[in-house]
């Protein structure tokens, strides 16, 4: 049973009673943070190697797919026995697929490493969450998820240079085999500070509930749908309307049965908040998925010049979530995430101006820190209203579904705007010298078909977030 965390006092997330658990956790999201960024740069250059360009996307919706399953599993797992085992076994699989990964002979069995890796990043973002909701009072919350953010600045801007380095001078196995070295640092400073202030939930919440397998059943559902609309937007020949009715199929009654009641329709409290981070997770995706391709192909950029435009929305995301985590701002969080989407939906709308060549291209620059800045105050925002809503024994589903919308919501989205884009002369990618070595034959038009409809969805959020306050009974 876990010790209770009084809610008065003034110590902060690094005081004496939550330092190491404090350096524990955000010591596991820079881990996380560091390999979205390192894997992605190294990524090209395993799949050549490994002579499996066809199955280059299969590494990116291998993890993503068993990702979705495990979120539901570590949801379940939280409320039945606490954050501790999940998150253990969620970091030890973490490794344990980059490893295989790093090792692998063939593109198979890379794509098999990153299964289980996502499979661990799955366990342990929801677990994550859960320790937050549960070790810290609700007044400290805030600032741990600034933290978070925070964790992801120096990775966003050093993680692709030092993996290209590494990369260019000891190959690339060298990126997946190093970073389960650094799990050894968050395991020790944490465990000990995590027994002492999370277990199971309180006894006197009655009896712990059991794993629920149509729970499970629907989630692999859910992903295998994600994947099958995935393949089939990437392909618009006739016959991919096949595998897209067969996603939607698996898709659309599972979503409905893992997410809260009233999701898809706003209702307030609970459904809302996770519908609003499906909005905003998925605007922002859509947007800043095409960005890069349109400074190469449209304005000349290199590749690396393209990247960069990015990374200030890094810095912008964490200042955003520190905003949020101000004290002054605690009776104010609906409309915090209103006017942070407003902040998203202008930036994504001011991205296309650059299609005309009268425009400086810094205005992307300029623009994606304005949307940085808008989503950390709405990404963490979200968060502390789920973790006020949710009590001990639900707030590891609660924190599952808020996950799943986030990740449901960017690949429905993406794929939804990659859709758009190749049937409004997209073109395909083909080597070239040129344009960071690559280059698309691509109308304006098609980008801006992408930009637009993501910004007024994201102005729609905006409208929408007037709902987050649970109704008054």
């Known amino acids: 049973m876990g010790r209770p965390i009084p809610e008065e006092g003034t110590g902060g997330i690094l005081g004496r009673e939550y330092r190491a658990l404090t350096l524990g956790v955000v010591s596991v999201v820079l881990l996380v943070a560091f390999e979205a960024t390192a894997v992605s740069t190294a990524m090209p250059i395993a799949a050549r190697d490994l002579h499996g360009l066809g199955l280059y996307a299969f590494g990116f919706s291998g993890y993503f797919t068993t990702s979705l399953l495990a979120m539901v599993v570590s949801g379940q797992w939280c409320d039945r026995s606490g954050p501790l085992r999940p998150l253990t076994a969620g970091i030890a699989a973490f490794a344990a697929g980059l490893v295989i990964s790093g090792t692998a002979g063939a593109m198979g069995t890379f794509v098999l490493g990153r299964a289980v890796q996502g499979f661990g990043g799955g366990l342990v973002i929801v677990a994550l969450y859960v320790v937050?909701?549960?070790?810290?009072?609700?007044?400290?919350r805030p600032s741990v998820m600034a933290s978070f953010a925070a964790s992801w600045v120096?990775?966003?801007?050093?993680?692709?240079?030092?993996?290209?380095?590494?990369?260019?001078?000891?190959?690339?196995?060298?990126?997946?085999?190093?970073?389960?070295?650094?799990?050894?640092?968050?395991?020790?400073?944490?465990?000990?500070a995590l027994r002492r202030t999370v277990a199971a939930p309180e006894q006197d919440a009655g009896p712990r509930p059991r794993m629920d397998g149509r729970r499970i059943w629907l989630a692999v559902a859910l992903a295998a749908g994600a994947v099958l609309l995935q393949y089939a937007g990437q392909d618009l020949r006739p016959l991919s309307a096949l595998p897209a009715l067969a996603g939607a199929a698996?898709?659309?009654?599972?979503?409905?049965?893992?997410?809260?009641?009233?999701?898809?329709?706003?209702?307030?409290?609970?459904?809302?908040?996770?519908?609003?981070?499906?909005?905003?997770?998925?605007?922002?995706a859509a947007a800043e998925t095409f960005i890069p391709l349109m400074l190469v192909t449209q304005r000349g950029l290199s590749?690396?010049?393209?990247?960069?435009?990015?990374?200030?929305?890094?810095?912008?995301?964490?200042?955003g979530s520190y905003l949020q985590a101000r004290p002054r701002f605690e009776p104010m969080r609906?409309?915090?995430?209103?006017?942070?989407?407003?902040?998203?939906?202008?930036?994504i709308a001011a991205v296309p101006l650059a299609l005309d060549h009268a425009v400086p291209v810094?205005?992307?620059?300029?623009?994606?820190?304005?949307?940085?800045?808008?989503?950390?105050?709405?990404?963490?925002?979200?968060?502390?209203?789920?973790?006020?809503?949710?009590?001990?024994?639900?707030?590891?589903t609660n924190s599952a579904a808020l996950q799943v919308s986030d990740a449901l919501a960017q690949?429905?989205?993406?794929?939804?705007?990659?859709?758009?884009?190749?049937?409004?002369?997209?073109?395909?990618?083909?080597?070239s010298a040129a344009a960071g070595g690559a280059t698309v034959a691509a109308h304006?038009?098609?980008?801006?078909?992408?930009?637009?409809?993501?910004?007024?969805?994201?102005?729609?959020?905006?409208l929408a977030a007037a709902r987050l306050r649970p109704a008054k009974r």
């Open 132 to 140: 937050v909701g549960r070790a810290y009072p609700e007044r400290l």
């Open 154 to 192: 120096v990775p966003s801007i050093v993680g692709p240079l030092v993996s290209g380095t590494v990369t260019e001078q000891l190959g690339w196995r060298w990126v997946f085999l190093a970073i389960p070295a650094l799990v050894v640092l968050p395991l020790a400073v944490m465990l000990p």
């Open 250 to 284: 698996l898709l659309v009654p599972a979503a409905r049965r893992l997410l809260p009641p009233g999701t898809f329709r706003g209702v307030r409290g609970l459904p809302a908040v996770v519908l609003m981070r499906g909005l905003a997770a998925g605007t922002f």
């Open 303 to 319: 590749a690396t010049m393209a990247g960069l435009s990015l990374a200030g929305g890094g810095l912008t995301w964490a200042l």
């Open 334 to 347: 609906e409309r915090l995430v209103q006017v942070g989407m407003v902040l998203s939906a202008t930036a």
């Open 362 to 396: 810094w205005i992307v620059a300029v623009a994606w820190c304005l949307a940085g800045m808008g989503m950390g105050m709405v990404i963490s925002t979200l968060t502390v209203l789920l973790m006020r809503i949710s009590g001990p024994r639900d707030a590891g």
């Open 411 to 431: 690949v429905v989205l993406v794929a939804a705007a990659g859709t758009v884009f190749a049937a409004l002369g997209g073109g395909s990618l083909a080597p």
């Open 444 to 462: 304006p038009a098609a980008f801006a078909a992408v930009f637009l409809p993501a910004a007024l969805l994201a102005l729609v959020a905006a």
